[in-house]
């Protein structure tokens, strides 16, 4: 617990930092982020055997981050999003026939693509989040809703849990801690809510209660689609790059369905 804390202590100011000064601050730290959890998420796939093709998942990963955070000041670069993701296919299945190794290709080829999308392609959404207002609060507002819920949903599942949430994934994840979770995230996004509102939109509270529902559920769903994996490749942590914490990936995997969403939903009602 004593290591669990001093590695937030030292990490989450950083990252406070980098988000509300933004810039090539944010943009280094979601390309460590990104770069370090595809490769977290290769090596857990290589448990069961498969070969990915790193190299290629490294490049394109840094280029859609890049990509990405350039159309912030050059709009009319983004449909380079979209190339970017065509000439990852095509480079994949090239490689798969250059490297000339027929087992398990289709496999290798897909795992990698899973790769660039997954992290690479998900995470370039928190450069954007960020981006939609001058500090990036509907991303702080993501950390806290995520971090509350996910404290919640930890300790009330260990003292009241007692229905188990998914046996075979996650089997320590009980029903009573992901409601738990779920309410937390509520809350937090009502407490958020109330900051926007007054400073900066005149949007309704109906909002904040969905955002709360939607990012609890998913923050949740997200977490244990990375735990399926691991799960099946039959690995405990992504990595134990962060002392008391596991790896990069296992701090990051509610934030890589939930950060699309919070940017669409906040892009489409809550910002005019």
Excluded at 113 to 120: C, F, N, R
Excluded at 201 to 216: D, K, M
Excluded at 250 to 270: E, K
Aim: proline fraction near 3%; charged fraction near 10%.
């Amino acid at each position: 617990m004593a290591e669990r804390m001093l590695t937030a202590l030292i990490s989450v100011p950083v990252i406070f930092l980098c988000t509300y000064f933004g810039g090539w601050w944010f943009f280094a730290l979601v390309t460590a982020l990104a770069i370090v959890s595809i490769n977290e998420f290769y090596n857990i796939l290589s448990k069961k055997g498969f070969a990915p093709y790193y190299t290629l998942g490294n490049i394109f990963t840094l280029l859609i981050v890049t990509q990405v955070h350039n159309t912030l000041k050059h709009p009319n670069w983004e449909p380079v999003s979209a190339a970017l993701l065509t000439a990852a296919v095509i480079t994949c299945f090239c490689a798969g026939v250059l490297i000339r190794r027929s087992a398990n290709a289709a496999s290798n080829i897909g795992i990698t693509l899973l790769g660039i999308l997954y992290i690479g392609w998900l995470f370039s959404y928190m450069v954007i989040l960020r981006a939609l207002t001058a500090h990036g609060i509907y991303l702080f507002m993501l950390m806290f809703m995520l971090w509350i819920s996910d404290t919640l949903a930890y300790f009330v599942g260990k003292t009241m849990g007692r229905r188990q949430l998914s046996p075979f994934i996650s089997p320590k994840k009980t029903v009573e801690g992901a409601a738990a979770g779920l309410t937390g995230a509520v809350i937090t996004a009502l407490i958020f809510g109330a900051v926007i509102e007054k400073a900066h939109f005149g949007t309704t509270y109906i909002h904040y209660i969905f955002l709360g529902l939607i990012i609890g559920a998913m923050g949740q769903m997200s977490d244990l689609a990375e735990s399926l994996i691991k799960r099946d490749a039959g690995v405990k942590d992504s990595s134990n790059i962060i002392p008391g914490h596991g790896g990069v990936l296992d701090r990051m995997d509610s934030f890589i369905f939930t950060a699309p969403i919070l940017y669409y939903y906040v892009s489409v009602f809550l910002i005019k």
